[in-house]
Each structure stands twice: as C-alpha cells, then as structure tokens.
C-alpha cells in the first residue's frame, strides 16, 4: 500500500471514530433532562363533588361562591367542603362533605319547598313535629338535617320517614315516622345520656409536637362532626366509629377509620411526613 493511501484511511478512521463517539454522547444528555423534567411534575391534591338534585337547576354553593347549578360534578381541593343548595321556593339545603383525593363523592338531595304552616300543604307534603327531652338536638330527616328540636318541620314528603336525632353527650335516637299528606305528624324523643368518653389527637415532627388541622367525620365519611388544630383533646364524645383527617401543607395528609370506645382513652399520634 502506498503512504499516501495508507494516509487517507487512518483518516476515514478518525472520522468514523468521533461520529460514532459524538451519537453515543448525545442521548446520556436528553435523559438528564427527561429527569430533570419529570422532578417537576406535581400532582394535586384534588378529587370530585358530584351533585343533583330533585328538582334539578338549584344554585350550588361552596362556602360562599356561586360554583354552578345542579346537576353538575366539581372538582375541589380535598377536605371539608361546605355545600349549600339554593333554589326559588324551596328551602335551602347545608351539608359538609368530604372531598377524597383522586375519588369521587356523590351527593342527591330531594329539596324541601317553603310552606306557609297556615296554608294547605302541596300535594303529596306534610309537617312533621318533633320534640325531644332534652332540647335542642339535631334532627336529620332521611339523612338530611332540618334545624333542632322542639320544631315544626314544614314540607316534609309523605310516606315513611327515617328521623335521626343526635345531640353531644347523648345516644343516637332512631324512629320511623310515617307522614301523611297534608297532616301533621309528631314525634317525641327521650335521650339517653352516653358515658363519657376521650380522645387526643396529636400531630409531631421528628418528636416535636406540630400544628395540624384535623377533620373528624362520622362513620361514612360525609357528615363532618367536628374540627379543629393539634394538639386536642376532648373529654365528651360520643363514642362510636369516625373518619378522621390530619392536613398540614406540604405534608402528606392522614385519613384512617377509628374506633372511638365508651369510657376509655383513644389516642391518635400522627407523624406528619414531607411529600
């Protein structure tokens, strides 16, 4: 082989040799940044309200924002979320809800229409008068509240009806009632007292007592019984089964099912920790 040629391949080499060297580089750099790029994705901390009515076209409010008509499905920040439903000629309807991450809470609510108790009830409606020993518990009328006792609730669909009273230190009162239309219907309640229970919710970092904000729900997670910030405790529950949150922005948010037992301590510590 003559040098000059012998010279030209050592050259075709080299070249062959830093284009092969430069495509091997190039993908190491794109999948630096294809992590860079996935380190930024965040997933919110949202889940889904879906609400109707009977009937339907009845403004939905959260806390006090106009956020649509019925029906409609929500999506919300999670956590308690207060629900009111406002509709001409009908009375307004409250409730406070669970918004689950990533899940979906429906909600049907039968609106109850504004009645003059002097007048004749609409077709199909009539009252309901209930009363309790003590007063001043909360009636909940097929799982929706009315207001407190001793009322005349006004409006109520005839048929039968499951009446719910609770009222804090006092047992659960369950009855059915059958409304007639256009009549009305009465029940009174005698609460039993409930023996005295406890609970403490704690929150802590690396064993230092936190803030946190804590929701207890009843046992199917959708009516709210009472919130409030860590460190807390309560020396009257009632005892029974509950849902319990513990938030804390930028940490990741706690919810467990707990047992709450008659006249015995219940303990929750929650070790808050970073998403």
Known sequence: MKIKDFVNVLFLA????????CQVQTPATDTGNEEADQELI???????LKVESNPSEADIYIGSELVGKTPTTLTLQTGAATLKLK????????ATVNVQKGQRTDIQIDLVPVVN????????????LVTSTPAD?????????????????????????????????YEDYTATVNVVAGQTAKLDARLIPSA??????????????????FYLWDETWTSLVLDG???????????????????????????????????KETVITFELKKK
């Open 137 to 169: 518990a909360k009636i909940y009328v097929d799982g929706g509240i009315q207001g407190s006792t001793n009322i005349n609730i006004t409006g109520v669909k005839a048929g039968i009806r499951t009446v719910r009273l609770t009222k804090r230190n």
């Open 229 to 263: 910030q860590t460190p807390f405790a309560m020396a009257d529950i009632k005892a029974g089964t509950y849902g319990l949150n513990i938030s804390r922005p930028g940490y990741i948010e706690y919810a467990q099912t707990i047992v709450v037992e008659p006249s």
């Open 87 to 94: 509709k001409q000629d009908y009375q307004d309807y409250f």
């Open 196 to 213: 005295p229970t406890y609970i403490r919710l704690n929150a802590t970092l690396d064993n230092k007592t936190m803030a946190a904000n």
């Open 42 to 48: 965040i997933v919110p901390d949202e889940g889904y």
């Open 14 to 21: 080299a070249m062959v040799i830093f284009i092969v060297a």
């Open 117 to 128: 108790e002097n007048a004749t009830p609409a077709k199909g409606w009539g009252y309901l």
